[in-house]
């Protein structure tokens, strides 16, 4: 199975930094990489979709990049609503695996 | 517009059998699949298996000797079965839509379902 790890586990931040997310595969998932946002007693909500294609009706501050096997969520400017737990996923191959997550906190 | 909810027993005895309910609309069964994908309290999110669209299936390795998934088409209903839950077991059930070559883009809202006696 394909191991993903993010880093780090806890990130604070306060609002209107720009913050960067890792996601790390332990072998190349080419661009099939997602990341949900998930906040307390919610399902995960697809935010952006293999890799740097924003699902619609994100806002735009959200962004994506990497390739093979490194990759990175990119929120611009955090607002109130951002703090939450993100998730990394690939869907390269099965079985299809998260990452651990990384949960975004106010500082 | 996609929907999925989750339905099943919020509680279970330890060594029983989980039985939980997917219903979808807006979401063909027979042309998309349906995965289940749990989360202990706290923690990560755990694929647990999918029925395919033909009616094929997939299950985590870790779990196929326990688990069972399965459909109704009439009623956009799918299925799961897990037999002989731990406490471990307690966690959040979610079904999620898979559209194809973008991942789990639907998710119902989960159900909480607890191990206990």
């Known amino acids: 199975d394909i191991q993903m790890t993010q880093s780090p586990s806890v990130l604070s931040a306060s609002v209107g930094d720009r913050v960067t997310l890792n996601c790390k595969a332990s072998?190349?998932?080419?661009?099939?990489l997602n990341w949900y946002q998930q906040k307390l007693g919610e399902a995960p909500k697809l935010l952006i979709y293999?890799?740097?294609n924003l699902q619609t009706g994100i806002p735009s501050r959200f962004s994506g990049s990497g390739s093979g096997t490194d990759f990175t969520l990119t929120i611009s400017s955090l607002q109130p609503e951002d703090f939450a737990t993100y998730f990394c996923?690939?869907?390269?191959?099965?079985?299809?695996?998260f990452g651990s997550g990384t949960k975004l906190e106010i500082k | 517009q996609v929907q999925l909810k989750e339905s099943g027993p919020g509680l279970v005895q330890p060594s029983q059998t989980l039985s939980l309910t997917c219903t979808v609309s807006?979401?063909?069964?027979?042309?998309?699949?349906v995965h289940w994908v749990r989360q202990p309290p706290g923690k990560g999110l755990e694929w647990m298996g999918g029925?395919?669209?033909?009616?094929?299936?997939d299950y985590n390795s870790a779990l196929k000797s326990r688990l069972s998934i399965s459909r109704d088409t009439s009623k956009s209903q799918v299925f799961l079965k897990m037999n002989s839950l731990q406490t471990d077991d307690t966690a959040i059930y979610f079904c999620?839509?898979?559209?194809?070559?973008?991942?789990?883009?639907?998710w119902g809202q989960g159900t909480l379902v607890t191990v206990s006696s």
């Open positions: 996923f690939q869907h390269n191959s099965w079985p299809f695996t």
């Open positions: 029925i395919w669209g033909d009616g094929s299936t």
């Open positions: 807006g979401f063909s069964l027979t042309s998309n699949s």
């Open positions: 293999n890799t740097n």
């Open positions: 072998q190349n998932i080419n661009k099939y």
């Open positions: 999620t839509g898979l559209r194809p070559r973008r991942g789990f883009a639907y």
